[in-house]
Every structure is written in C-alpha cells, then in structure tokens.
C-alpha cells in the first residue's frame, strides 16, 4: 500500500514532468507567421530545403512596400501581393516559443525622436537604415535582433487593404534564429487552399503598437 506521504510525492513528480513536457511542446510549436512573393527560381530552392532561403542583404521581393530596412520582408494577408512575372506564393512558419521571446518593434511613418538637423522629423518609411536603427535603439531594442513591424504600402497596385507588413533581420534568417520553415506555391489558388486567414499579428507584444 502507498503510504500518504509517498503518493504525495509521486503526484508532485509527476506534475513536474508535466509541466516540463507542457513547455516542451510549446516551444516546439509551430505557427504561421506571414507570407511573402518570390522568384520561381527561389521558390524552388525553399521547396527543397523547406525553409526561407535569403544571404543578401538587399531583399527584391518586396518592391512595393514602405520600405523599413534591408532584410526579409513578409506581409499578413495571403496572395496579399500579386505575383508578378511567373513570380510564385510562400507561407512561412515559425516555432512559437521563439517568436513570443523575439523582440518587436512598430515602425512608424516618422517620429519626433529621430530629427534632422533642422528639427523636423526623418521619415522611416524610406528604408533610410541609418534612421531606423537610430529610432529602434531610442526605444531601447537592438536593430539587429528586433522584428519590425508596420504598415504597408498598398496604393497603386493590386494589393489586400490594410495590409501589415514585418521585417526579419538577415542574420536572424541565416542563423536560423526562430526556427523558420518555409513552402512556396506556384499559383494563388494553390497558396489560399491551405491558407486563407489573414494574421492579426496583435497576439505579440510590439514596443508603440499604435493598434494596442
């Protein structure tokens, strides 16, 4: 017979390991993070490696966009974009723990905290890198390791309304930092019959989120 003593030991062993292999799961847990156009030519190398395949700095697939750095661009509506000369559709995913442990950032159109000589404002959504960066550590994060986030551009073409856009610095791409994996799709219809929901990207906490 198991003594009071001994069960009460064995409940809280096991409680433990519960909430161990609970974490364990949620760190390992996948989420759909934003989607993205690509070349057909680096459509078919993600498909091979399964996973978003970027080493340069400057990233061409976003043409359109307010432009908020060099590094990888992905937006929150699917085929948000349209594909343009043979150009193919990609979902990226990461694993969860590590992108609720990512620091994040709103970028804004300009801010008061980022001035010319003249005292008027610099605007930030024109890729001035120099500028970002100087507006990314007045909040108190590191350019390199923070995830950006803001509006998109989405005037002028065929594209969703309201369309939200991240940047992932290249180095936490390459160093494979949160755990992404990537699919791509040749056409749209392919892409939306898997993913057809458009992503809050409101469930983070994103340092001057002006829709918190």
Known sequence: MMLLSQ????????????????????AHRRETIGFRTVSQSE?????????PIKIL???IGVEFANKIGEGYYLINVPAGYQALNGDWYCVVEAESGKMEDA??????????????EDGTEKDLW????????????AVGLNPR?????????????????DIKQMFIPIGMVNRVDLGLTAKCYET?????????DVLAWT??????????
């Open 57 to 59: 700095q400057k990233d």
């Open 103 to 116: 620091r994040k950032v709103w970028i804004p159109a300009s801010h008061e905290s980022v001035t010319r």
């Open 7 to 26: 069960y009460t030991k064995f409940c809280s062993i096991l409680l433990a390991a519960s909430v161990l292999l609970g974490g364990a799961l949620a």
């Open 145 to 161: 390791r923070a995830l950006r986030f803001s509006d998109a551009d989405s005037s002028g073409f065929d594209a969703a309304p």
């Open 43 to 51: 459509a078919v190398l993600i498909n091979e490696f399964k996973r």
């Open 126 to 137: 024109t890729g001035d890198e120099e500028a970002i960066e100087e507006y990314i550590k």
């Open 188 to 196: 749209e219809e392919e892409l939306k019959y898997f993913f057809s």
């Open 203 to 212: 469930g983070w906490e994103i340092t001057n989120d002006p829709r918190q």
